[in-house]
Structure formats: C-alpha cells, structure tokens
Nanobody
Framework: QVQLVQSGGGLVQAGDSLRLSCEASGRTFSNYAMAWFRQAPGKGRSFVAHISRSSGRTYYVDSVKGRFTISRDNAKNTMYLQMNSLKPEDTAVYYC????????????????????WGQGTQVTVSS
C-alpha cells in the first residue's frame, strides 16, 4: 500500500494558476504510473491526467489539454499538476492516485484501476 499526501489548491479567480502536489511513500514510486482525478459538486469522480513511470508519456482529458500539465519527480517521490488558465468549471476536489499494478504505463481512465488515493484537495475557481 502507498500513502499519498496532497498539497496545494485553494480559491482563485478565472484565468489564474495553481499547482497541486502529491507526495508518495510506502512503495517504489518510480514503478507505478499515476493520475489525477477530480470530483465536481454533485458529480462522480472523473479522470484528468495520467503520467507514465518515467514521465515520458502523459495523457489528458480533452477539457484540460493545453491548460494543465502533469509531471513527476521520482527522486522526490512527488507528482504535480500545474493548472493554468483556470475556469469556473474546473472547480472540484482533486485527487491523486497510483495504479494498482506496477510496471505498466497503459493509460487507464477508470478509477477502479487505481487502488491508493490522496486525501483530496479543493480547487475553487470564481468567475
């Protein structure tokens, strides 16, 4: 099992930027692909972005392409989500997650493929 501790988030205005961090412990971080999800008020948890083990490949949901950047620093056991040009529709609780299997970079957007989650962090974008 891996422990994920998130930081960042907050209340910003439309067009502003935020960076979320997710620090992992308990597993060999570099062996696992990771992802960010979000859950807007009254909605289910949805996929945002995925990053391969070595950061060589990233994948984004269409609504955040060109605005969000997922990255990781394996030396620091930390993953990031840089969010630029934020919009009110980006308002949600954001969660980091680690793939349930190691040594796989296959992009999976369903939450059931991830078995360890961060505590969630609120991002609120005002218009």
């Amino acid at each position: 099992q891996v422990q994920l501790v998130q930081s960042g988030g907050g209340l910003v205005q439309a067009g502003d930027s935020l960076r979320l961090s997710c620090e992992a412990s308990g597993r060999t971080f570099s062996n696992y692909a990771m992802a960010w999800f979000r859950q807007a008020p009254g909605k289910g948890r949805s996929f945002v972005a995925h990053i391969s083990r070595s950061s060589g490949r990233t994948y984004y949901v269409d609504s955040v392409k060109g605005r969000f950047t997922i990255s990781r620093d394996n030396a620091k056991n930390t993953m990031y989500l840089q969010m630029n040009s934020l919009k009110p529709e980006d308002t949600a609780v954001y969660y980091c997650a680690v793939r349930s299997i190691s040594n796989s970079d296959y992009v999976v957007t369903g939450s059931s493929a991830y078995d360890d989650w961060g505590q969630g962090t609120q991002v609120t974008v005002s218009s």
